[in-house]
Each structure stands twice: as structure tokens, then as C-alpha cells.
């Protein structure tokens, strides 16, 4: 957990993410290349490089989109968030094959620099339909890089996961630069209902998602805690809490979870110092609360990871009055121990 | 591990999770699912190529008559009383004048001269050019003879044509698509480069035609069409016929950007 770094820790899960991925990648560009080959014979193997690798990017930036909200709405697909950045940096690889032939074929062996020739051969930026759509695609793909060259674990901790995460949410101004690229390119030179479509889709879909977790969260920062007059919250009974599991609660602006383990409750805060994962929606494994997007682990009573690790979440009182659960909103200063209540 | 376990999926343990597993394997089977219909649809959609052709790794030596009108092309016989003139073109995006560079200063007078020269072909509904990658490649067969160059007949003027103007090097072999708003810069880098313009038309029984594009005097253009290259636009001149090539004289600043979208004559 962020001692020191090897460039992939490879495990049994990874190893069978990564094949899939490479299964995947070779079946669309196998169907891509076969079907194009067997039906418009007369294309050139430049052309079918660049849209293979093109579209095959688009295809896998549409699942990784997806892979977020899914798992924050079903549990079950969390294993493919597990291992998520492999399949990201692959994307990129597919984007960057995309991109490097086309920079190579387009732009290159003139007069001229091919990346000054990218942004200057066509200089129509103040017409929409005549846009240099390359300049889109090209911007898209150095935040595909910048994303791919920081997904190692050594970069989310020394940029600090709130400056990692910031940079990693560009995928998305990577998308709307990418569909706009697509739009502005291919599609106005061949325009067909069946691309618009997938395209379509695929962003109604994506952006379905995105609102459907949207909702869900929201409803959870809406819920309300009851002020007591001593400035404890009560938040719910302790039979609301499965056995080593936590439920979820807003106070002081802030999202804590309260886990009951072993006959005892502990409060800390919900966000995961690796990659600020929900770790109300863990569990306790070995007597640790263990974060459902990579298992980084804390200990319950005091919110720090066992050693040898160092990660430290906050800490919250609790107390109990009969089956009633209430909590101190202010939060302790992270790592520090809390004594358990006792059910 | 029991079925009605509290699952929890640790990425770095071995063990899955039997009904984690089994909705893994389902969300897998449909994610490739849905790639096989995107790969099916991206490659359906595709518009039909041409049959256009590069030979990129075959050299071919031709034989012909040097000449200048206003582009390097050779004009080589093909059968008795027949000839094609072939336009000659530089490796990448540049002009082949470098290329001839050297035979220059050994032949000041090159227009006539029979040359050999070794590149490679790209050829397309009827026209054919050649890539040459080497001065190495073009030799001297016989000293100029004014009598074997082409001769010029203006042909119609004042004629207004509608079409795309393209770089004849990817339009005719090179590059599928070689024409329209994806390759438009790559062609503005090829005219720029000193390839020659040329306007590609289509008439209503889908024939094409091809004019080499020259200024009103018959010289060279090639960086002031660019704001025009890859557009639909409307070009107006004279035509000029130079044997089986047309050439079309013309007053760039005349050139309307007819403002279509982007597809070729």
C-alpha cells in the first residue's frame, strides 16, 4: 500500500484482467480488419491501421466511462475497477497507434514539422464545420498520455490523490474532445446512421450512468441526521448496520462510516486515502476495514492502515443509548484512536 | 465458497467470489459482445475504396520523353502511335524537381531528352503516376529533340468546372481516402511540397475528369490553392489539352469555396 514501487504488482487477478483486455482488443481488431477486408477489399492497410486502432479506442474509452458508475451502483462490478488503469493505458496504446500513423501519414514527410503541420495545414478554426478536427483528436490524446504516464501508484502519491484524481477526471474532456474529433472527421466526410448511432448510444448510455449515480449519491447527501441538544447526532440502530459492514452518513459536511464488527462500532471517515473510495461500502476482513476498490486496509478503532503502511483516515465518537447509535460530527485528527463502543 | 456469503471481492487475493465471478463472466461476455457490433458497424459503415493503386514496394522503370507543361512529366509510349504521359512526383509530400536536381546539370537542356527513370507506380481510372525516390534513378537515354514533346491546344475557354481540388499523388494511389476533409491537410501539405494541384470533377454519369491546375499563363501554383484544396469549389479558366492530360489555367483569386460539405466530383 504505497511503501515502495514496482512498475505492476502483478497478482493472479491482474494477470487475468490483463488477458481479457488482450482478448478483447484482438477480437474487435480481428472483426474490424476481417470484415473490412472481406467486404471493401480495396482499402489500404494505412487506412485500416489507423480506423482499427481508431474506433477500437473509442469502443474501450466507452467501457472504462462506464466501469465507474456501474460499480457505484452494483457492488458486483467492482473487480473490473480493480484493475481499471491497465485497461486505460491500453486504451491509450490503441489511441496512440491511432494517432502516431496518422500524424505519420497526414502530416509527415513534407516541408514542414508534422506537429507545426498539424495545427497549421488547415487554419479554419473560426468555421465549425471546417474545423481542424486533427487538433482536437491531437489534444485528446496528450491528456490520454499525461493520464497513462501517471496511472502508477508512485504518481497518485506524490502528485497527492486530490491533484491525481483532478488530472484523471480530464477523461472526460478527453471524450467530448474525441467525439467532437469524430464528428468534425470522419463522420462529416462519410456520414453513416450506423456510426452516428453507436455513437449516440454509446453517449446516452454513458451519460445515463452518470446521472443514475448522480441520483444515488445525491439521495445519500441529502439524508439528514437528528441534532441533539449536547452535539450528538443520532444516525440509526445498530440493527440498521450489517454484521462487518458499515452504513453510510453525512455529518458536519462530511462522509463517515460506522462499522459494526465483532460486537463493537467504530466511526471513520468514508473516503480512502488511495483513490478516495467509498469505504462504507467495505468490509471488515482480518479486523480491518478493507476499501472495495483495491483493499487498501485501516483499522477500525483508530482509521490507520497496519503496519507497515501509513495511510490514516479520521476518526469519529460514537455513542450508544440503548439501540440507538450517535455520533460527535468533528472529526479527530486522522489516526487517532477511538475506543470501540461495546454493543 | 458459499452461495449466500456476504461476497466481497479483494482484488489482490486469488480467490473470486462464486457469484461475483459469475456476474464478472456475464458483464465480460457482454462487453465483448457489444465489441463485436461496434467492430461490425465501424467497418460496415465505411465508405467502398477505390481501386486505386500505390506500388510501394515494386520499382518500375519507364522509359519516355522529358517534359515540362508546366509539371515534370514523362511521356511514354504504350503502343504504336499511343502515349501516356506520366506525372512525376517526389518521394512523401515533395515535388521530384530535387530528384532532378543532378541530371540537370548534366543535360542543361532536359525537355525532349528520352530519360529512364526507376520509381514507383500509383496509378487510377486512367492516369498513372510515378514516385521517384532516388536522382540515382533517372538516366540520360537520348539528348533533347524538341519534335518528341507534346503539343498544347487550347480547348475551351472561359469555362467554369465544379470540383475538389486534390493532390494527385494520394487521390490517384497513395492514401484511401485521398480527397475530402480528412485528408485536406495532408493534401495542402503535399501541393505546399510541390506536387501539382489538380481539380477533380464529376459529371452527372459519374465520370470523372482531372485538370492539372496552372496559373493563367501556364506556371506552376501550389502554396496559393491551398485555402481551396480539399473544399468543393468553383474554378474558372481555360482548358487546355496536352494530350491525354487536361490542364486548367486559371486566375487563383477567382476560385469560389462553394461551401458544400465535403465530398469529391
Known sequence: MGLDYQTVLWNKQKKTYDKWIAITMLIYLICFIGITILTNPETSIETLIIRAFGTLAIALLHIILAIGPLTRLNPKFLPILYNRRHLGVSMFLAALVHGGFSIFQFHSLGTTNPIYALFTSNIEYNSFTNFPFQVLGFFALIILFLMAATSHDFWLKNLSPKTWKRLHMMVYIAYGLIILHIFLGALQQQPSWGSIGVLSLGFIVITSLHLSTAFKESKLDKSKTSHVDDGWEYVCTTDEIPEDRAKIFIVDKERIAIFKYDQKLSAISNVCKHQGGPLGEGKIVDGCITCPWHGYQYLPHNGQSPPPFTEKVSTYRLRLIGKKIYVLPKALAEGTAVEPVIL | MEENKDEFYIGYLDEVPVKTKKSIKRFVLFSIGVIIIIATVFSLTQNTFKNSTFELTTSTKI????????????????????????????????????????????????????????????????????????????????????????????????????????????????????????????????????????????????????????????????????????KPSLLKGNVVQIEDWYQLRIDVNTIKDLELPSRIY
Request: proline fraction near 7%.
Open chain 2, 63 to 230: 522509359m519516355g520523353v522529358y517534359h515540362e507543361m508546366p509539371y515534370p512529366m514523362l511521356k511514354v509510349k504504350t503502343s504504336e502511335n499511343t502515349f501516356k504521359n506520366i506525372l512525376l512526383l517526389g518521394f512523401g509530400k515533395l515535388s521530384v524537381n530535387p530528384y532532378l536536381n543532378k541530371i540537370r546539370k548534366e543535360v542543361p537542356e532536359l525537355s525532349g531528352s528520352m530519360l529512364s527513370i526507376e520509381g514507383n507506380l500509383i496509378y487510377y481510372n486512367g492516369k498513372t503516376l510515378l514516385q521517384v525516390t532516388s536522382d540515382e534513378k533517372i538516366n540520360l537515354i537520348e539528348t533533347a529533340n524538341s519534335k518528341r514533346l507534346p503539343i498544347s491546344n487550347i480547348l475551351v475557354e472561359g469555362i467554369e468546372l465544379k470540383g475538389e481540388v486534390i493532390d494527385p499523388k494520394c487521390y490517384f494511389g497513395v492514401m484511401k481516402p485521398g480527397k475530402g476533409k480528412i485528408h485536406r491537410s495532408c493534401a495542402v501539405l503535399c501541393i505546399s511540397g510541390g506536387i501539382p494541384p489538380v481539380l477533380a470533377t464529376t459529371d452527372e454519369n459519374n465520370i470523372s475528369e482531372y485538370y492539372l491546375i496552372t496559373d493563367q499563363q501556364g506556371q506552376p501554383i501550389h502554396k496559393e490553392i491551398t485555402p481551396y484544396v480539399g
